[in-house]
């Protein structure tokens, strides 16, 4: 999933002669709004793998990310891309340190996702933003090479270089902001899950109720002008 600002970053931050012939695999790749691929696939990398839980344009392995590392093995890409991912990943570490390790030495990532401001958007679930100094932490075992915020939303958007001599940072201390909590924390337990679910669907359907009786008291409006013409 990609938005036009994360199409733009990607095609600027990649040059031809670093993805003509490499391996890539591009995580949470279903394409619902966007996608890197059709101008990624134009600069003849030897293969692009897409990469998500369900099927969708865009998709030719069904996988979560949590078993990339057991499905294409250790330092498999020469190249990984996530966009928009991050933020709907639960297990945030795991997903992360998947990311880094299925990558070769002196590989790259591009990597897009959320900040604070930008609304939920379950997909089917959301639970972090990300801001600046959180992706820079996160990378700090890796070479950044760009580092910079979405112009048009909330987000942060990253192209980083995987050491040959990588040591994989610590990350089990580190608190995110969860934007079900609204505040940061290391992890996020069942029952406050479940607790935002809740408030999240009876919100929702209120919302809903509330546009229908709307559409009623329009269309009835408009019957009495009517009738009375």
């Not at 293969?47 to 990339?68: F, L, M, N, S």
């Not at 795991?94 to 030495?105: D, E, F, H, L, P």
């Not at 760009?146 to 040959?164: I, S």
Request: charged content about 30%.
């Amino acid at each position: 999933m990609c938005n036009a600002s994360c199409v733009i970053f990607g095609a600027t931050s990649l040059a031809r002669e670093e993805v003509e012939g490499k391996k890539i695999i591009e995580v949470g790749s279903c394409d619902v709004n966007g996608s890197l691929r059709p101008i990624i696939e134009s600069w003849k990398p030897s293969t692009y793998i897409g990469v998500d839980i369900q099927e969708g344009p865009g998709v030719d392995v069904i996988c979560r990310v949590e078993a990339i590392v057991e499905t294409f093995g250790k330092e498999s890409f020469d190249i990984v891309i996530s966009t928009e991912l991050l933020e709907h990943v639960r297990e945030w570490r795991t997903v992360i340190s998947n990311i880094k390790r299925i990558c070769t030495g002196n590989g790259i990532f591009v990597i897009t996702t959320r900040s604070r401001g930008f609304h939920y958007h379950g997909y089917p679930d959301d639970f972090w933003r990300y801001e600046l100094a959180d992706i820079e932490y996160i990378f700090s075992d890796c070479m950044i090479e760009k580092l910079e915020k979405d112009r048009l939303a909330p987000g942060v958007f990253m192209k980083a270089r995987k050491p040959k001599d990588f040591v994989e940072k610590d990350l089990a201390d580190y608190a995110l902001h969860s934007v079900i909590l609204d505040r940061h924390v290391r992890k996020i337990d069942d029952e406050s899950l479940r607790h935002f679910q809740r408030k999240y669907r009876r919100r929702q359907f209120f919302k809903l109720l509330g546009k229908r009786m709307r559409g009623v008291i329009s269309r009835r409006g408009t019957t009495v002008r009517e009738e009375k013409t």
